[in-house]
């Protein structure tokens, strides 16, 4: 059996329990199952490795802090198993993707409003309605506008499909349920960028002509419209929700703090923490999502992300980080219960945890390696990742 599924896994050593995962026991479509799948997102960790640790050392009635909450992996599934949860993100686009997945929703009205949005859309950018637009200034110069105000959409977007876009947004505040709309709208964005199949995580020029693509081996084409892939993650992001709100508890408490996890207030005790932090110039968390910062205007606040892709792997930066990661837990500390557990799981692979934990005062009670079998497309990979049991007091 499967060792997130086991009913037993308390009783046994957490470092005898299977955390190497084949990706024939493990699929995808299990690792993004319900809002797990919601939006694309880079550094997510596997809803089936936060399952256990939560399984293993917290109670339901307890309460768990995810400083990192990145796209919200332990807040959902800290709620199905009757668990409380804060997590704190520096990047607006990570919070709002996180609240969406956990909140409680009105099926029935959920469902009116996705598609009477994208009815909507449809009749609006239809020909005969364009004709319509022609003859209305005021719509025609607002559109034109914005479209000249922001240079990412002129830029990444082929003209139909920034219209289709900027129709949908232009919709959005009429909307009772419009972080949902927001997170369609998102993914619609990414998908409709003019970039090649094979670049869609880090696109570094727009394509307007037919190339070779690396990823389906033959000749694809330039994305020119947006509707197609609204209507795509209109069904699919409904479907998602829907199936949460079957697990979801609704008398657990969820919240999500758009904050510096290095200086950001709390409130109360945490019987613990479980995270997978930033580490070192690895990702760039905000420019991961940039459409949806420009197309929504979210707060850009990369300038204060911890281990940043721009400062690189230098020493310098490995320093920062160390002492980054040490403010982090002068912060957070003190909301945590003597006999809470911390676990970190992050790939140390310039080991600075060690000088990270005595330097914060805290104790390696465990490390655990566990193996990741990463099988996708042209980022095909096999590395070890570190799973850091932590207590107060050293
Ligand atoms: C590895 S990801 C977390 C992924 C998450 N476990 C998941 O499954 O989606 C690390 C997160 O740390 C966030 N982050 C970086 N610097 C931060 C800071 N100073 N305060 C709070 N969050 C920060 C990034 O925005 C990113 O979402």
Same mark, same amino acid.
């Given at each position: 059996m499967n060792s997130w599924a086991?009913? *037993?896994?308390?009783?046994? *050593?957490?470092?005898?329990?299977?955390?190497?995962?084949t990706e024939r026991e493990l699929p995808q479509r299990l690792r993004t199952k319900h809002v797990h799948g919601l939006h694309p997102y880079l550094g997510k960790f596997i809803p089936q490795l936060a399952e256990i640790f939560l399984r293993y050392y917290f109670k339901p009635g307890q309460r768990v802090l995810d400083p990192f909450v990145g796209s919200g992996t332990t807040l959902v599934e800290a709620n199905i198993l009757g668990i409380h949860s804060v997590g704190i993100d520096i990047s607006e686009f990570n919070c709002f993707l996180s609240r969406v997945k956990t909140a409680k929703y009105d099926l029935m009205l959920l469902r009116k409003e996705i598609f009477n949005i994208l009815e909507r859309v449809k009749q609006t950018v239809s020909p005969q309605f364009s004709l319509q637009l022609q003859l209305i200034p005021s719509i025609q110069e607002k559109t034109a506008e914005y479209i000249a105000a922001n240079e990412y959409l002129e830029r990444w977007y082929a003209p139909q499909a920034r219209l289709e876009l900027l129709t949908y947004r232009s919709l959005i505040?009429?909307?009772?349920?419009q972080d949902v709309l927001k997170v369609i709208l998102s993914r619609a964005a990414r998908s409709a960028r003019q970039v090649p199949h094979y670049e869609l995580d880090w696109p570094k020029e727009p394509v307007r002509e037919p190339y070779y693509c690396h990823k389906h081996k033959r000749i694809c084409y330039p994305v020119t419209e947006a509707l197609k892939f609204l209507e795509r993650y209109s069904y699919d992001v409904y479907r998602r929700i829907r199936a949460f709100q079957t697990i979801r508890k609704e008398e657990v408490e969820v919240r999500v703090i758009h904050g510096d996890a290095r200086t950001v207030p709390l409130e109360g005790q945490f019987d613990g923490i479980l995270t997978s932090p930033p580490y070192v110039g690895l990702i760039d968390y905000h420019e991961q999502h940039r459409y949806a910062y420009e197309l929504l205007g979210l707060k850009d606040l990369s300038h204060l992300e911890i281990g940043p892709l721009s400062e690189g792997q230098s020493e310098r930066a490995k320093a920062s980080y160390v002492q980054d990661m040490v403010e982090v837990f002068r912060n957070l500390l003190p909301y945590i219960r003597e006999s809470g557990v911390i676990i970190f799981i992050v790939n140390d692979k310039f080991g600075l945890y060690d000088e990270i934990i005595s330097t914060a005062g805290l104790r390696l009670e465990k490390r655990i390696t566990r193996q990741v079998n990463r099988r996708t497309g042209r980022r095909s990979s096999e590395f070890g990742e570190d799973i850091l049991i932590m207590r107060k007091g050293d």
């Amino acid at each position: 059996m499967n060792s997130w599924a086991r009913s *037993d896994l308390r009783e046994l *050593d957490i470092e005898q329990i299977n955390l190497s995962w084949t990706e024939r026991e493990l699929p995808q479509r299990l690792r993004t199952k319900h809002v797990h799948g919601l939006h694309p997102y880079l550094g997510k960790f596997i809803p089936q490795l936060a399952e256990i640790f939560l399984r293993y050392y917290f109670k339901p009635g307890q309460r768990v802090l995810d400083p990192f909450v990145g796209s919200g992996t332990t807040l959902v599934e800290a709620n199905i198993l009757g668990i409380h949860s804060v997590g704190i993100d520096i990047s607006e686009f990570n919070c709002f993707l996180s609240r969406v997945k956990t909140a409680k929703y009105d099926l029935m009205l959920l469902r009116k409003e996705i598609f009477n949005i994208l009815e909507r859309v449809k009749q609006t950018v239809s020909p005969q309605f364009s004709l319509q637009l022609q003859l209305i200034p005021s719509i025609q110069e607002k559109t034109a506008e914005y479209i000249a105000a922001n240079e990412y959409l002129e830029r990444w977007y082929a003209p139909q499909a920034r219209l289709e876009l900027l129709t949908y947004r232009s919709l959005i505040p009429e909307y009772e349920y419009q972080d949902v709309l927001k997170v369609i709208l998102s993914r619609a964005a990414r998908s409709a960028r003019q970039v090649p199949h094979y670049e869609l995580d880090w696109p570094k020029e727009p394509v307007r002509e037919p190339y070779y693509c690396h990823k389906h081996k033959r000749i694809c084409y330039p994305v020119t419209e947006a509707l197609k892939f609204l209507e795509r993650y209109s069904y699919d992001v409904y479907r998602r929700i829907r199936a949460f709100q079957t697990i979801r508890k609704e008398e657990v408490e969820v919240r999500v703090i758009h904050g510096d996890a290095r200086t950001v207030p709390l409130e109360g005790q945490f019987d613990g923490i479980l995270t997978s932090p930033p580490y070192v110039g690895l990702i760039d968390y905000h420019e991961q999502h940039r459409y949806a910062y420009e197309l929504l205007g979210l707060k850009d606040l990369s300038h204060l992300e911890i281990g940043p892709l721009s400062e690189g792997q230098s020493e310098r930066a490995k320093a920062s980080y160390v002492q980054d990661m040490v403010e982090v837990f002068r912060n957070l500390l003190p909301y945590i219960r003597e006999s809470g557990v911390i676990i970190f799981i992050v790939n140390d692979k310039f080991g600075l945890y060690d000088e990270i934990i005595s330097t914060a005062g805290l104790r390696l009670e465990k490390r655990i390696t566990r193996q990741v079998n990463r099988r996708t497309g042209r980022r095909s990979s096999e590395f070890g990742e570190d799973i850091l049991i932590m207590r107060k007091g050293d």
